[in-house]
């Protein structure tokens, strides 16, 4: 691993620009051949500010790329009966080809019974278990958005994860499962943590890679990162903090992911790749994906 005195920053917010230019291409191809529009649905349950605000930007990327966006909002007292109904509904609509429902949502709605309801071949968030047991396994499917992003970032700054001892923290089914799982079959040794992890300054200081995604501001600190490590913010919390204690960790680390700018953007330009090629799979058409 590359020894530093200060980081270099992981642009994201420059690489995802990219990746929607060339997504914004193969909405194109997909036009001139089929006639149709990729079409992503978001669903959003209940008026919770944030959520409400990261759906409006991920409208208004499929807008940048020429993509539709079939907008469902449903009221807070919706009940998981009615959200599966709705979710199978935009499963069933051939004019649909990718569904986004918006996490977290509002109890006491069963997330993962609604998460099922999404068909494997529209679920472009990553977030159905036959996605997460065919991602464990190595098999095609979509992966989640932002362990996708990190994956790109990665192989963008020739990070060498083969070998290498990754660390990762945060266990959601949806980000740091997912992530250990791509980390390994990269060829990564990887430690997983959690909250309830024993000795975790002393397991961070071990590592290559250190991916922090466990919601809690300045959580990871710079004292903890070895010289050289590279490291990536996977968390967002209000004013614009992550999970890292951002200035402690630029001096020992040889690459990090800014917050905003790092992480984030990767995992939008990821939800619109997936939607892409998700359609060109549904209109069997032979378009090429990176």
Same mark, same amino acid.
């Given at each position: ?108 709605? =069963?997330?993962?019974? %609604?998460? @099922?309801?999404?068909? /494997?071949?529209?679920? *472009?968030? +990553? ?117 890292? =204690?951002?200035?402690? %960790?630029? @001096?020992?680390?040889? /690459?990090?992911?800014? *917050?905003? +700018? ?29």
């Amino acid at each position: 691993m590359i020894q530093a005195t200060h980081a270099k920053w992981m642009a994201g917010q420059a690489l995802a620009a990219r990746i929607l230019e060339q997504t914004r291409l193969q909405v194109e191809q997909i036009k001139m051949a089929s006639g149709v529009t990729p079409c992503l649905a978001t669903v959003l349950v209940g008026d919770d500010p944030a959520s409400a605000t990261y759906v409006r930007m991920k409208r208004k990327r499929c807008e940048d790329v020429g993509m539709l966006s079939r907008r469902v909002e449903l009221p807070s007292g919706t009940t998981t009966a009615q959200l599966v109904a709705e979710l199978c509904r935009l499963g069933d609509d051939p004019a649909v080809h990718g569904i986004l429902l918006q996490h977290p949502v509002p109890a006491p709605i =069963d997330r993962r019974d %609604a998460f @099922e309801a999404i068909p /494997l071949a529209k679920d *472009v968030d +990553g977030v159905t278990s036959s996605t997460l047991g065919r991602l464990i396994l190595g098999l095609p499917a979509f992966i989640p958005c932002t362990p996708a992003g990190i994956m790109r970032l990665l192989q963008h700054y020739q990070v060498t994860l083969d070998g290498a001892h990754a660390v990762v923290i945060g266990r959601s089914p949806i980000l740091g499962r997912p992530m250990a799982s791509l980390l390994i079959n990269a060829h990564a040794t990887v430690t997983l943590c959690h909250s309830r992890t024993r000795s975790l300054p002393t397991l961070v200081r071990a590592a290559d890679v250190v991916i922090a995604a466990l919601g809690k501001p300045r959580f990871v600190q710079g004292g903890w990162i070895k010289t050289g490590a590279v490291v990536i913010d996977a968390g967002y919390n209000p004013g614009n903090i992550g999970d890292v =204690d951002f200035e402690g %960790a630029l @001096e020992p680390a040889s /690459l990090i992911t800014p *917050v905003p +700018g790092g992480v984030g953007p990767m995992t939008i330009a990821m939800l619109l790749h997936n939607t892409t090629l998700a359609t060109a799979q549904q209109l069997q058409l032979s378009i090429e994906f990176d």
